[in-house]
């Protein structure tokens, strides 16, 4: 498109990214967040982030991962710690099998290891194998999400702290400025379906994420990231010395983003606890050192929304659905948004708003993730 005016309202990493991306192509950009890019609330807002290229049978988004992972070092290479990502198999013939073959057929390194070399103390009872990506890993979110904000401004980006609603294309203010614009873009996570309920049909659920103290050995790099798909549970060891993250990936309960208590809930904890105890027994009774309520905003079908409003003339756009899974592909997913609003390239149609049906999910749970009890497995 020529040098066009857009609007980008939200700045979490699908936002920021965006602006980034289009202010870098010479577009006039306003970035509009209502608190600050990768705020303690966003979904974007934590220190850690896995990047990995293993998405089961799923091209698309195998393809769209290795590209983001080579922009998110173009962008700042102390930002990926290259630690890998181990996936803990229970099964020969599952998604670990399924995202080997493709891993292979597109060229992307990946090999079986016996686990006991990639954690201090692991129990391997009931895994079939384990599959390490060496060059996926962990990128450091929340500065990952600042960084993009700042380079968005440094390309001419103006960075705009408000509230914004929709009014048909543009975009007010709550100071009462309306912002005109060839598009803009709402790029809003979790507070997406209030703006867009009749359109946009998201489940916010409370996700809570836990960090435990243990000693060197446990430090990543070194201990790598896993995903224990099948148990519904995946981690990384001790990235900056905020302790071993272990999160368990069920859905959680509906969340508020804006009104919700940031408080874990118990069954969470004893999920986390339990699985650490189980596959890590070394660190059975680590001390708690840190929690973190988050939020997914998902889509039925665990695949993003990013599509033209059906109202708007391809002037109002929605990009979102993150779905738990949507970090990583950031900056590579803003650049095939800007080949789609350019009508360069046609949108992605699994990306698109209508319905959508239950489907293998691409974050990381398997399809029947266990109920709270006990992770499955275990
Ligand atoms: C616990 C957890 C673990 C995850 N793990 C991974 C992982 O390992 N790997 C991975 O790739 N992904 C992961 N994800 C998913 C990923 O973090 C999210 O999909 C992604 O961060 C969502 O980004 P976003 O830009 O869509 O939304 P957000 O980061 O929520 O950003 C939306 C922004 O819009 C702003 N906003 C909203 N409404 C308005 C308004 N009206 N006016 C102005 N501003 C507004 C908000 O303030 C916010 O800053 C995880 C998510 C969670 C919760």
């Known amino acids: 498109m020529p040098s066009s005016h857009v609007v980008v309202v939200g700045a979490g990493v699908l936002g920021a990214a965006l602006a980034d991306r289009l202010a870098r192509s010479g577009h006039d950009v306003a970035l509009v967040e209502q608190i600050a890019p990768g705020h303690v609330r966003s979904g974007s807002g934590d220190e850690s982030r896995l990047i990995r290229a293993g998405h089961g049978t799923d091209l698309l988004h195998t393809r769209m991962s290795r590209r983001a992972l080579e922009l998110w070092r173009e962008l700042d290479p102390g930002l990926v710690a290259q630690a890998g990502v181990a996936w803990l ?137 896993w995903v224990d798909y099948d148990a519904a549970v995946y981690g990384l060891g001790d990235l900056d010395g905020r302790g071993v993250k272990v999160a368990p990936d069920v859905e959680g309960p509906p969340f508020d983003a804006d009104r919700g208590e940031r408080r874990v809930a118990p069954e969470h904890e004893r999920l986390a606890r339990t699985y650490l105890a189980h596959r890590f027994p070394a660190l059975a009774g680590a001390p708690l050192v840190g929690a973190r309520v988050c939020q997914y905003e998902l889509t039925a079908d665990s695949r993003f929304i990013a599509a033209a409003h059906p109202a708007h003339g391809g002037r109002v756009w929605l990009l979102g659905g993150g779905s738990g899974h949507a970090f990583k592909h950031g900056p590579a997913l803003a650049e095939r948004l800007e080949a789609w609003m350019t009508g360069a390239e046609e949108p992605e149609p699994c990306f698109g708003l209508g319905p959508r049906h239950p489907d293998v999910t691409l974050r990381t749970a398997g399809q029947d993730p266990p109920n709270l009890k006990e992770p499955k497995g275990v």
């Not at 009872?125 to 384990?130: C, H, I, P, S």
């Not at 990952?144 to 048909?168: C, E, K, N, S, T």
């Not at 400025?177 to 009749?198: I, K, M, S």
């Not at 103290?213 to 990231?225: E, Q, S």
Request: proline content about 7%; hydrophobic content about 45%; overall charge negative.
């Open 89 to 225: 198999a229970h099964r020969e013939d599952g998604w670990e099998r399924d995202t080997e073959r493709t891993l292979r057929a597109e060229g992307v390194p990946c090999e079986r290891v016996d686990a006991a070399t990639l954690f201090p103390s692991v129990r391997t009872d009931g895994l079939a194998f384990t599959l390490l990506e060496p060059e996926a890993g962990i990128l450091h979110a929340r500065r990952a999400v600042q960084a993009l904000a700042a380079r968005a401004v440094a390309a001419g980006a103006r960075l705009v702290r408000a509230v914004a609603r929709p009014d048909g294309e543009r975009a007010v203010l709550d100071d009462g400025t309306t912002l005109e614009a060839d598009h803009v873009v709402w790029a809003c996570g979790a507070w997406l379906p209030a703006l867009f309920g009749d359109v946009v049909n998201l489940r916010i659920t409370q996700q809570d994420v836990f960090y435990f103290g243990a000693p060197g050995p446990w430090a990543t790099p070194g201990v790598p990231g």
